[in-house]
Every structure is written in C-alpha cells, then in structure tokens.
C-alpha cells in the first residue's frame, strides 16, 4: 500500500544540464595558493641562478611542488611543468658551479 | 806459544774491527761524497745537525763512549741509530740533513718536539666525503617526505569521497533523473560518479525532480595532499565538509530569508551574505523556543518564517544532528557574498536566485574514515525534506484577523475609541522588505546612474552629428 504512495518525484523532463560556476562572480572563492607558489617558486629560482643561492635552488623546487599539489586540474600543466623545471635546473646549475655541499645558515 | 795465541785472537778480530771500521769508512766514504755533493752547505748541515743532536742527546740512555770519538758523521750514525732504536720517526743520517736543508727556516720557526702537536680540522667544504653533504641529503628526504604525503593524501580523499558516493547514490538516484553531469556530453545522461575539480575537491549536480531546478553537492575535504596543510592542521583543526546548494524555479519558493546553524557560522554570514545582511538585521537569535542546543543560532526575516520553517520534523533533525550542521539557508534573494566594489556602488541589483544552501561538517575532525560518511545519509533526507517543505510553504497573507481593506477604514475612523493594531500579513511584509532595499540600492545609486543616462544622451547626440555630417559629404559629393 504504501509502495505507491509516495509518487516518483523524478522528472526527467526538468532535468537542466550542468554549468560550472563562474569564477567571475565569485572570485573570493578561489584559492590563490597555487598561483602565489608559482610566482615565489620563479622568484626563487631566478635568484638562485643570478645569486648562486643554493638554499633559493632549494625553496624554490619545494613552492613549485607545492604549488602542484595544490593546483586545481582545469589548470594548465604546461605552466606546471615549466615552473618545475626552472627550479631544478636552478639547482642543476647551483651545484655545478659550485659543487661544495651547502652551508647551513647558522 | 802462549803469545801466540793472543796474538793469533787479535789477528782474526782486526778484520772484524776493520770491517766495523771499514763500515765506518763506508760511511764516511758516503759522508764524504756527501760533504762533497754538499760541501758549500757542510758548516750549516754540520750546526744544524748539532740541533737534533743536542735534543736527541738527553733522550740517549748510553752512547758508545768511544764512538763519539769517531767522525761527527759516525758519531750522528750512532746516535741516530740510538734514536731509531728509542723512537720510531726517524729517518737516516743524510735525509735528516736533507730535511733539515730543505727546511732550514721551517725548522727554526717550527715548535720543537716539547710542543703539543695541533691537529687542524679541515674545512668541510675541502673534504669529500659524503658526510658534509648533510643539508642536500635533508632536503631531498623532505623532498621524498613530500611526494609520499602527496600520493597517500590524495589516496585517502578519493576514497573518502568514493564512500560518500556509494552510501548516497541510491537515495539520490530515487530522487533525481540526473545523477552526476560534467556539462561536456551532449545527452544528458548520468554519468553516475563524481566530478573530480582537485585533489580534495570533488562536485556532483544531480537534477530532474519536482520542486526544484537542481542540486549540486560539493565534497570539500581538507587538502591532505598538501604536506604544508597537514602541518598547519595540527595546530588548528578543521573538518571535511559537505555543501549542498539547491536551486529553485520562481514557483517552487516564497518569498523569505531564513537562516540556521552554529552561533559562529550565523554571525560570519551575516556579515558576509548580501541577503542575509539586508534583510535579516536582527543579531541571531537563540533557538530554546523550539529546543535547540545553546550553541545554535536563528536568523530570520520575519518570525511566521521562523515559525513555519522550524515543525516538528526539522526540528528533530536539528537536535539530533546538531553537530554536523554548521549552517542552513533559505533565500528567495541569494546573490552569494557581499561583493566588495572598488569604485561606489555597483550599478545594478545583483542578480538573485531562489536556493537553499547547506553546509555540513564531516564528524571526525579530520581524522575521518570512510565509514564516516554514512553518518551523513540522514542530512541527505533532511535536504530532499527541506525542498518539499520550501515548495509547499506560504507566507499568511491575510492581515491577522482582519482582511487588508477593511483595515484601512477601522484605521480612518475611531469607532472604539482605542488604537487599532492592524498586523499586515507576512507576505505582504516580506514584499514591503523587498521593495525598501530595492528603493534604497536605487537611491544610493542614483547620482551613478544620473551620470551614465547623461553620458549616454551625449553619445547619442555625438552620434547623430556623424550621420548627418555624412549625410552632408554624400549629397555634396
């Protein structure tokens, strides 16, 4: 009896297809971390390089797996990879000019 | 004969004696090839052997007496010898002369033997051993440490989300005829799983259901992927949780604002909701009335709301759930949070849409198992309860007792002497709460919008004059 007596609130007739949300309306929403690692990974690297900083090499390969990790997957992987590889080849090129272990800054 | 044989005894010695002698000759043979090899330098090699001699001398426990009658070079051959046999550092008679040469100056500026010998350690980065490497050993471990979290914090959120899926698919798919879209297939088939957006956010729009035009639920875990976020995490916790946003045809909702939750969580959208903050001004309210535990809070436009939103039902789920429930809220007029402007104030309403939002947190704080999840399904009945209740209510909208024009004449005329206290029914006060905020957006914009219809008529005078300069050319030409 009671089988029927909840009627079928399906309605394949109102169904409305997904949109994603637009970022524009809400950009509050969005999680600045990947973007901001990004940018102190480059900064980093780039010091490490210019400076022949071995400790910059280092954070900087640390923000770019951060900034990986925390990516979202609608972002694109070429910007991922190429913030990656500066870091390692700054480095690469740290240790190459210079290939005395790193001294601790205390 | 007796003679004899001393005689013959001193006979076979001599040759013995000679050959010591003769090894001395040998030695001063060598000594003197050497003198010659070295003459010029003899007199200062001669001084400068005395040095070791005099210090080597008191070490000496006993020197042949009649070897010290020999050659200074024979007498250095014994004592040197002596020394050999008391110390083991010695070299022979001509490389301490060629030492001593060779490190004329060193020697006399060098300690003597008296002096404790000082080990210098050498600088770490002139040695070559594995060791002095520590620090790059201790960033690529991090490294190592890093990458492990990533992949068994991305591991635990997947499943965590695939547990809360299996545990809601069939309610869910009893409810709507679309389970699971991601906008890109051209039919609108479920796809039946989640849409993965990140490592720890997942999202889910189900649709095709009477009373509403869509649900779309978003599992936002905590970023156990993120090493950084994991340590920040132990110093503060935070909970996975679930939001569920709900939209509405016009029919399928009246027009009200309702709000409730956590205390906390109703004083921050307060703030931060632009409906929220236009028509509920009032601070939260406690919910004793009906029961609620102290830590809950209401926000309300009108109390009928308040009052028809919280029956029995809603109220039950409320207390028993109270703790997964960080915040509920009904709108007619939600436009999602307060937009900050730069310059003045936006020109226009921003657009409004009717939703029910719900956010619940995920017991465990967390350290959730995916068992946890099940723990949810009764939330989930309460959200598909909430959408036939949100359709099926109405604001009164009677004036109480009396109907809305025989108000106005008892207000007129003072027939029983006293004040009539005319309540208007809550629909029509909930469309003169509208219409006040509209009337007051309108007006803190009318200077802007006065500037653009000014702006927008000199276009078109500006406009006009092109076409007739046109115009112009053309008959001319």
Redesign the interface.
């Known amino acids: 009896m009671f089988s029927n007596s909840m009627a ?13 949300p637009s970022t524009d ?2 950009p ?1 929403l969005e999680d600045p971390t990947p973007d901001y690692m990004n940018l102190l990974g480059m900064i980093f690297s780039m010091c490490g390089l210019m400076l022949k900083l071995k400790w910059c090499a ?1 954070i900087a ?2 923000c770019s ?2 900034s990986f ?6 972002e694109d992987t070429k910007q991922m990879m190429s913030s990656f590889m500066l870091s390692i080849s700054a480095v690469v090129m740290s240790y190459l000019q210079n290939p ?5 800054p205390w | 004969q007796m003679l004899l044989l001393p005689f013959m005894l001193l006979l076979l010695a001599s040759p013995m004696t000679w050959g010591r002698y003769d090894d001395f000759d040998d030695g001063e043979d060598l000594a003197e090839f050497d003198d010659n090899d070295f003459a010029e330098f003899e007199d200062l090699s001669e001084d400068a052997g005395m040095e070791p001699e005099a210090t080597a001398s008191p070490r000496v426990a006993a020197a042949p007496a009649s070897d010290q009658d020999d050659d200074d070079d024979e007498a250095v051959v014994e004592i040197e010898d002596a020394q050999d046999d008391f110390e083991d550092t010695e070299t022979p008679d001509e490389d301490i002369k060629y030492d001593t040469e060779e490190f004329e100056g060193f020697e006399k500026s060098s300690p003597s033997f008296k002096d404790p010998i000082n080990i210098i350690t050498v600088p770490s980065h002139l040695q070559n051993s594995w060791e002095s490497y520590y620090m790059e050993i201790l960033m690529v471990t991090g490294l190592l440490a890093y990458i492990m979290n990533y992949i068994i914090g991305k591991n635990k959120n997947h499943r965590l989300a695939q547990a809360w899926f299996s545990s809601h698919r069939e309610l869910l798919e009893s409810n709507f005829a679309l389970v699971g879209d991601d906008g890109t297939s051209k039919e609108a088939v479920s796809t039946g799983k989640l849409n993965q957006e990140n490592e720890h956010i997942y999202n889910l729009w189900c649709s095709g259901r009477v009373c509403c035009e869509g649900m779309l639920i978003q599992l936002k875990f905590l970023k156990r992927q993120d090493l950084l976020n994991v340590l920040a995490r132990m110093m503060r916790p935070v909970c996975d949780q679930v939001q569920i946003k709900v939209t509405l045809n016009d029919e399928d909702m009246d027009t009200f604002v309702f709000a409730v939750g956590s205390r906390k969580a109703m004083a921050r959208l307060q703030k931060e909701m632009q409906d929220l903050s236009e028509f509920c001004s009032d601070k939260p309210k406690s919910g004793a009335k009906y029961s609620l535990p102290e830590f809950m809070a209401i926000l309300s436009e009108m109390g009928e709301v308040t009052d028809g939103m919280m029956d029995s039902k809603m109220v039950h789920y409320l207390i028993n759930h109270a703790d997964k429930i960080e915040s509920i809220h009904f709108s007619d007029q939600f436009s999602g949070p307060k937009l900050m402007q730069e310059e003045g104030q936006p020109l226009k309403l921003p657009e409004t849409k009717k939703t029910l939002l719900f956010t619940f947190n995920v017991p465990g704080m967390g350290n959730t198992s995916p068992k946890d999840m099940d723990a949810l399904l009764p939330l989930m009945n309460m959200v598909i309860y909430s959408i036939d209740k949100v359709k099926k209510f109405r604001l009164n909208r009677e004036v109480s007792g009396v109907s809305s024009t025989h108000a106005i004449v008892l207000i007129g005329c003072r027939v029983f002497g006293a004040s009539l206290y005319v309540s208007l029914g809550a629909s029509q006060k909930a469309d003169k709460n509208r219409a006040r905020v509209e009337e007051n957006f309108l007006k803190q914009t009318h200077a802007q919008r006065q500037e653009e219809a000014a702006q927008r008529r000199e276009q078109k005078k500006l406009e006009k004059k092109q076409m007739k300069m046109k115009q112009i050319k053309v008959k001319a030409m």
Do not use: E, G, H
């Not at chain 1, 079928?8 to 997904?18: G, T």
């Not at chain 1, 990790?69 to 609608?74: E, L, P, T």
């Open positions: 079928d609130p399906r309605r394949q007739n109102k169904i409305l297809r997904y949109k994603p309306t809400n509050t280092w390969v640390y797996f951060i990790a925390n990516s979202r997957s609608s005395q272990p790193m001294s601790p």
